[in-house]
């Protein structure tokens, strides 16, 4: 199994990224994909997930800012970044949770002020 992120770069707050994680080795529309991201200095936090049924879910400081999606004819999931803040810097990695436990390579998102 294979998740290959991308999309992160550098953006001025208020700005907007969009990141993808495209899978491989696996059958995609059963899992759920979830995203995490750490800063400098931090322990890694969950962003946000998605089910094999579509069903979502958000970190609060993220909620209303962030969106998870997923195209399983690409098996790839999204995350649309949008009125980014300095605070949402940080290494973002995908990660296919338990049973799978797969993770990622990280995308580096940095927001400047």
């Known amino acids: 199994v294979q998740l290959q992120a991308s999309g992160g770069g550098l953006v001025q707050a208020g700005g907007s990224l969009r990141l993808s994680c495209a899978a491989s080795?696996?059958?995609?529309?059963?899992?759920?994909v979830e995203w995490f991201r750490q800063a400098p200095g931090k322990e890694r936090e969950s962003v946000a997930r998605i089910g094999a049924d579509f069903n979502t879910d958000y970190a609060d400081a993220v909620k209303g800012r962030f969106t998870i999606s997923r195209v399983n004819a690409n098996n790839t999931v999204f995350l649309q970044m949008n009125s980014l803040k300095p605070e949402d810097t940080g290494l973002y990695f995908c990660?296919?949770?338990?049973?799978?436990?797969?993770w990622g390579q990280g995308t580096q998102v940095t927001v400047s002020s």
């Open positions: 990660n296919l949770p338990p049973p799978y436990n797969y």
């Open positions: 080795g696996i059958i995609f529309d059963i899992v759920t």
